[in-house]
């Protein structure tokens, strides 16, 4: 199994430039989570999904869009990218939402100027 | 919203010494976490901690969940090279969801 992987490992875009960050497992499961982390404050949730067709917000969820058409995958869509945006984003998955052994991807440094 | 606080930031210690850290909140959890990440890696769980006052090990690493349900400790016993990288501690509220700690930054000096 390759567990979760995430593409690319490094981006840079400019302000107003729209992308998708991929991210797919294949260990069958349900739930999977796009996370940030930034300096000093460790890991904040952006948004989630306990299933294909089915996404919620999570603590920072301003500026991105998900969508899950099918169980392997949950792409992370940056609209119009903001230098705030600027981050290590990870993608994760597990077997349920209070399954505590979440799998975490390699992460995508994302650089936005 | 709920908030965790992890102490220290940072910690710079000689291989062989014992490592404590610690994460406190206002708010109640269900469950504490322990995660280390590697550089350039995404976070591993080290250990998972469901009731107040268990004590569980794993290997050098030994953590507790405070008997008042808020606060969570790491200890590394023995430290070496590789326990290098950042820990981090997350509590699971009754939502379900993980409210991740800022993160403790270890260097260990041969």
């Known amino acids: 199994n390759a567990g979760v992987t995430q593409t690319p490992k490094f981006q840079v875009l400019k302000t107003g430039q729209s992308m998708t960050l991929q991210c797919a497992q294949d260990?069958?499961?349900?739930?999977m989570s796009w996370y940030r982390q930034d300096p000093g404050m460790g890991l904040r949730l952006i948004h989630y999904?306990?299933?294909?067709?089915?996404?919620d917000q999570g603590e920072v969820p301003n500026g991105y869009n998900v969508s899950r058409s099918t169980t392997e995958d949950f792409p992370l869509r940056l609209l119009s990218a903001a230098p705030s945006q600027t981050s290590v984003y990870f993608c994760?998955?597990?077997?349920?939402?209070?399954?505590?052994?979440?799998?975490f991807g390699p992460g995508t440094r994302l650089t936005v100027t | 919203g709920q908030q965790l606080n992890q102490s220290p930031q940072s910690m710079f210690i000689q291989e062989g010494e014992d490592v404590s850290m610690n994460c406190t909140s206002s708010?109640?959890?269900?469950?504490w976490l322990w995660y280390k990440q590697d550089p350039g890696e995404g976070p591993v769980l080290l250990i998972a901690?469901?009731?107040?006052?268990e004590l569980t090990s794993n290997g050098r690493l030994t953590a507790q969940f405070g008997i008042t349900r808020k606060d969570s400790f790491l200890n590394i016993s023995a430290s070496i090279p590789s326990d290098v990288g950042i820990y981090f501690c997350?509590?699971?509220?009754?939502?379900?969801?993980?409210?991740f700690g800022q993160g403790t930054t270890l260097q260990v000096k041969p």
């Open positions: 999904s306990v299933g294909a067709g089915i996404t």
């Open positions: 997350a509590g699971r509220s009754n939502t379900g969801k993980l409210i």
């Open positions: 708010s109640i959890f269900n469950t």
């Open positions: 994760a998955s597990s077997w349920g939402i209070s399954w505590d052994e979440q799998y």
């Open positions: 260990m069958n499961h349900e739930y």
């Open positions: 901690l469901y009731k107040a006052g």
